[in-house]
């Protein structure tokens, strides 16, 4: 009994047992925090329109824009738009007049990127790494906000691309312009004067190949034949157009057009350089230049060759008349485009062959036997 009670009082005053564990941490409550938002990679939205027989288009988008590409992966990205037909042409006007391009500044490539404007091959290599570079670190640029390409933004539903003209940048295998559409480049008036110039061209053949045959020359050459001043004088002014053509060409500025045509269209083509490299300017350059040592020649020396540069330069005249056949026929029917300064040196030509055909005739005409 008394073993009962010592026991009792014990279990009374004493506290309870400690039960030991260890802490796992399947056995506490995760804290609850807010977990940060996904960043979205920073991208740089472009937009380049770009014409089949460009050569500052295929060099951008063959020497420019891969490299670019490869550096900035998806970070980059460019749609590109080839002017294949009025619609595409008139997405053009409508995007330069809303970023404030006058629409005879307007020239391919051009490539929209934000507000920022860039215009042909100098422009594009010069500052475009410049802009990426700035506004990844800026967190992006967004997709031009222009209502001439709004139907055009990534992620649009409704977006209806243009076909075959919107691609990726990376796969420039360019779509042939289709012949007789209209391009930006396109004016009337200018046509009206390019076939003009093509006729001057063509009847300068027929006379000087009537005149070999025996006829008569046509009265313009029968009298500029004894004024010899007229042959430096158009050589000087082919050297003024072929002169500035090629600062136009090497210096990669606009040229200055007037009312007739499109020079940069027509600057901007793959047809511009001889061979893909040597600037049509200055090939034109060499030739005057040629033309004028050949005319100077016998007006110095008396030797045998001073005898047969008469016929060199009449032999360089015609090449630059059938050349100038060739290359308003590509403005009329591939470019769709004329050129006011290309005209200018059409014009000269045909007159420098009537002006020259005189005395090449002379120096083929073979004496007659004395008696």
Known sequence: MLALVVLLASTAFSGPTPTYKECHPCDLEPSVTNPEPATAPAVVHAVMFWMEGCGHCEEVMNSVLPPLQSSYGQHLQV?????????????????????????????VPFLIVGRSVLIGSGEIPDQLPGIIAAGLASG???????????????????????????????????????????????NRSGFSVAWGVMVLLGLSV???????????????????????????????????????????????VEAFCGPIGNC????????????????????????????????????FRSDALARITPLFVFAAALFGVLFSIYLTYI?????????????????VMPLLLLTTTPAALHVLEVPEPAD
């Not at 269209?265 to 030739?287: D, E, H, T």
């Open 140 to 186: 992006g640029i967004a997709f031009p906000e222009l209502t001439s390409l709004a139907d055009l933004a990534p992620g649009r539903a409704d977006a209806e691309m243009p076909q075959p003209t919107a691609r990726a940048s990376s796969a420039p295998s360019p779509t042939p312009l289709p012949v007789g559409t209209p391009t930006p480049t396109a």
């Open 79 to 107: 749609l590109l738009i080839q002017l294949v037909d009025q619609a595409s042409v008139d997405r053009l006007f409508k995007a330069a007049d809303e970023l404030g391009v006058a629409k005879e500044n307007v020239g």
């Open 264 to 299: 940069n269209a027509v600057q901007s083509s793959r047809y511009a350089k001889l061979f893909g490299i040597i600037p049509m300017g200055l090939f034109g350059v060499a030739g005057y230049l040629a033309m004028l040592a050949a005319w100077t020649w016998p007006r």
């Open 206 to 252: 027929l006379f000087t190949l009537y005149a070999f045959l025996g006829g008569p020359l046509p009265r313009f050459a029968a009298l500029t034949s004894r004024r010899t001043w007229l042959v430096p004088l158009l050589i000087g002014i082919g050297l003024i157009i072929a002169g500035y053509l090629t600062y136009v060409e090497l210096a990669r």
């Open 331 to 347: 403005e009329l029917f591939v470019l769709h485009a004329v050129c006011a300064w290309c005209l200018g040196n059409a014009v």
